[in-house]
């Protein structure tokens, strides 16, 4: 092999892991707009909330109220960055949250843009704003 090949296998090789890399790094949310203003959705475009009850960074989302909230999961590879963070629930599972407050989606919302989880719960749950 000369030293011409072992540079550009190097180079593709160091290429390629960045991609890999950057590719699971990003919080997989975006942003979206609602009747209510900005919201925070998956990368599906449904609507991301947060709960009242969740604090400290610790979702009180559990058991049944998982299953009308689904979580938000992050993969092992997945990274934090600035106002995103990645917090560990109860079952061990990983969970992303923004500035601080876990993110969930409704299981009743059944496209993007709705927004029927709003205010559900005496007001307890709220859409994920930016």
Known sequence: MTKLSISCLFVTTAISLAAISSASAAPPTKGGSSAKGDIL???K???LY????DVDGKSACNG???TNWPVLKAEASD???ANYTII???????????????LYTFAK????GDITGDGFLNNAWHLAKP
Request: proline fraction near 9%; glycine fraction near 8%.
């Open 41 to 43: 959705t998956d990368n």
């Open 109 to 112: 919302d059944q496209k993007p």
């Open 79 to 81: 990274k934090a960055d």
């Open 88 to 102: 560990t629930r109860d079952d061990g599972s990983r969970q992303w949250a923004y500035k601080g407050k876990p």
């Open 50 to 53: 947060t709960f009242d009850k």
């Open 45 to 47: 475009g449904m609507t």
């Open 64 to 66: 049944p109220c998982a």
